[in-house]
């Protein structure tokens, strides 16, 4: 077990792009860290060089204290999860699992002790004579992680190993790596595209795009203070919503009508005018008429009329469409693209709501909507920075 | 459903039949007596093994079989050797003139070979290789190659290469990932390419009349058609029957024990290319 | 003026690193363009050697008079071979021949190959089996099936000679021509039905039971959904069929040797180079050889546009 220090970590490709561009991170022993982003953000190339699979161009990667750009995969003694498995498909499970122990000249005896081991970690006993290709994917899955802590390397590296199982299976699976993590206390980087999975699994997430860190932090702390668009748009499902605002006159002019600026907004925006983007999530719009008075004036109200009613049990999603301008901003671009929504013909904004399940709120019906006005963020257009963050927390990175 | 399968049945049945009926044709000649040779009886009325003893016993036709088998085996070796390093680039290394290497390759195959055989004839003979074995290996190779780079290549390319990286993360060196992983995955697809280019090698005919003249270098298909039977003026149709099964021999046993190993080398490399 | 230091700084910093690591990656690159070549440069250099040199001096000796029974007599005279050759009617016979050979074939092979191909992909019974059948006269040796024909149509010897009354079908030219035909069609229909086959097995299942639902009949389920899918493989199979056809030798020399103007233009060339040894009229018949199959290779290649094999790799799977 071992920390893992990147250290101004840069990856270049022939074409001179950058695919990894100057990495900090420290990586204490024993934690789960996630890396997560859309595709092409440089995430698994940043795994692939920390795993030595790729040379680092330049800055420095150190295990356990000790520079190791320079040292071959074999040399660093950690064991990577790959997400087609990468199971040899000439070895039965068993002799895939002793794989790794073969090499490093363990004895007979040994090799199975180990094996039988970890093959009884992940329930993976009764099925150790089989070849790959007669097992399930969970299964294989399963065979692929016990390769992997067979050998209790250093570290684990983990290339979105669940992305290639079937949802149910997915959910299921992430608890059994959460706790097998928690339980070998083995440090663990785990790369994946899926944010679900970066909320719930890791102790800390550092999300990526474009080759750049974005926002290091507990999800928690993600989640409720995004330093940019693009992390606060990333995270969360469904994302949070955006509409183009203006300032002035001590209010927020938006579609949706003109909202009062609070104390806690008007000390932030002292010295932003011009354009900016208002970011809600789903969850801070409420039925107004389930509103308690006392809460009521933290807010403000607006009546439209609701799309489409997706009751959910424990609450409903109520979706509105904002007719005029969208916010733009390249970030949100990309988020589209990534999601895959970039090219959805639409008028207007939409907007997502989570109400609570007693909303009366059918479809067609115009609803008076309440928006809570202490949890709203504000971006600034031109760079994506949250200008409503406070300085401490806006400036970054955080370890 | 039985109905459909009775139906499936007959269909495969029409395609044995057609497909056998030549190959049993010339067995059941070779196995027939001087005298009933010619009765035109699809079954022999009486088997002998007469015509197998007499050409085994003419130096022309081991002579020929030794040939073929050597320079079959040689040019084989040599055309997947070349062919499993180029084809290796081709499927896993980016570099510029991969296109061109295939573009050529693609020619090659298509290439009239009656045309090279009067260059080669005059080259050949000028530069001493005429009537060789390396005359012949030469060109089987050259015609083998582009077989060979194409199946293979295609072979390649579904193998996971992440498992190298994965043998790397496990400890192995570059040469224990290839030795134990890439290695015994790959084989199957070289052997296979190794029965298609024998096959291919063993078949020919053009360049075995035109390239030799002797039984120094002749192969079997081209010694065929200079027979005479055990004695001049025998009628040499037994003889050239129990010759013919006997080179067919090979073709039948890889086709039965390597059915389908045949059948995804070709489909895959001839369109998958 | 401190804050623009401090944004300038790790500027400087990252293009250092950038010009820095383009220079270590250009040098992995190189190592693999040289391995590449490294890999290919002999499989490359045995193929151009073997081929494009003779073929050049094919070109080289077909200006020249050249006849191996009178060596004094060789001189460079121009085109005068060519002018010869295709002033010659044996020539245009044997050319007449192969066409007709190469069209008659691979079209009755096109459509037996179908069916062979769908046989062998949707059996219900025997796959294995049905598919190790059609291999043997794939695999079997050119020359052992002409014998096979051969000794089959000699009347008396063979079952088939007496089929059609009296008379040799091998000695008429009609009937030779037919049963080279059918040698041809016998060897080559399941090289033809297995690269069908791949291309049968690029139709996804969906799309044919998608069709069905649409109310398409199984013809036009043929027609209009698997021959549009497959239409890249049997181009394929037709171009290597096609050129194939068109060297036919093997079959003529057993079953004919060329008796009764059943000469293919690879037979005419063989007998004038190595039986005639008349060196300067077989290389310009090999000449014109070529040129042939660069033309048909040329009109599939334009038929192909984009599909063609090699175009793009791994990109139609």
Known sequence: MADIVLDKVTKAFPDGTLAVQEFNLEIADGEFVILVGPSGCGKSTTLNMIAGLEDISSGELRIDGQ?????????????????????????????????????????????DRKVDEAAKVLELTALLDRKPANLSGGQRQRV???????????????????????????????????????????TTVYVTHDQTEAMTLGDRVVIMRAGAIQQVGEPQELYDHPNNLFVAGFIGSPSMNFLPATVSDGSLHTSLGDFPLGERLRSRLADVSGDLIVGIRPEHFEDASLIEDSIRQRGAEFEATADLVES????????????????????????????????????????????????????????????NLDKIHLFDPSNGRNVTLHEGRSSGVSA | MTGAKWRWGFLDLVVIVFALIPVLWIASLSFKTPATITDGDFIPREWTLENYRNIFNTDQFVRALVNSIGIGLISTLVAVVLGTMAAYAIARLDFPGKKLLIGISLLIAMFPQVSLVSPLFEIERSIGLFDTWPGLILPYITFGLPLAIYTLSAFFRQIPWDLEKAAKMDGATQGEAFRRVIAPLAAPGVFTTAILVFIFCWNDFLFAISLTSTERSRTVPAALSFFQGASQFEDPTGAISAAAVIITIPIILFVLFFQRRIVSGLTSGAVKG | MTAETATEKPTTHSVRAQRKAKARISEGKRQERKLGWLLCAPAAFVMIAVTAYPILYSVWLSFQRFDLKFPDQREFIGLGNYATVLTNEYWWTAFGITTLITVVTVAVELVLGMALAWIMFRTLVGRGLVRTAALIPYGIVT???????????????????????????????????????????????????????AGLALVPEDLLKAASMDGATGWQRFTKVMLPVMKPAILVALLFRTLDAFRVFDNIYVLTGGANNTSSVSMLAYNNLIRGLNLGIGSTMSVLIFIAVAIIAFIFVKLFGTAAPGSDEGGRR
């Open chain 1, 312 to 371: 959910m049990g424990s609450d409903k999603y109520v979706y509105f469409t904002v007719e005029g301008e969208k916010a733009s901003a390249a970030e949100l671009e990309e988020l589209a693209a990534d999601a895959g929504s970039g090219d959805l013909p639409s008028s207007g904004s939409n907007l997502v709501c989570r109400f609570s399940a007693e909303s009366r709120v059918k479809e067609g019906d115009t609803a008076r909507i309440w928006v």
């Open chain 3, 143 to 197: 020359v052992v099936a002409a014998f096979s024909w051969k000794f089959a149509w000699t009347p008396d010897t063979g079952y088939l000679g007496n089929l059609f009354g009296e008379g040799a079908p091998l000695t008429e030219r009609a009937s030779s021509l037919a049963i080279i035909m059918l040698a041809e069609i016998w060897k080559t229909t399941p090289f033809m039905a297995l690269l069908l086959m």
């Open chain 1, 144 to 186: 692929a992680m016990g390769r992997a802590i067979v050998r209790s390397p250093k570290a684990f590296l983990m290339d979105e190993p669940l992305s290639n199982l079937d949802a149910k299976l997915r959910v299921q699976m992430r608890t059994v790596v959460s706790r097998l993590q928690k339980r070998l206390g083995t």
């Open chain 1, 67 to 111: 520079r190791v750009n320079d040292k071959a995969p074999r040399d660093r003694d950690i064991a990577m999860v790959f997400q087609s498995y990468a199971l040899y498909p000439n070895m039965t499970v068993r002799e895939n699992m002793a794989f790794p122990l073969k090499l490093a000249k363990l004895s007979r005896e040994e090799i």
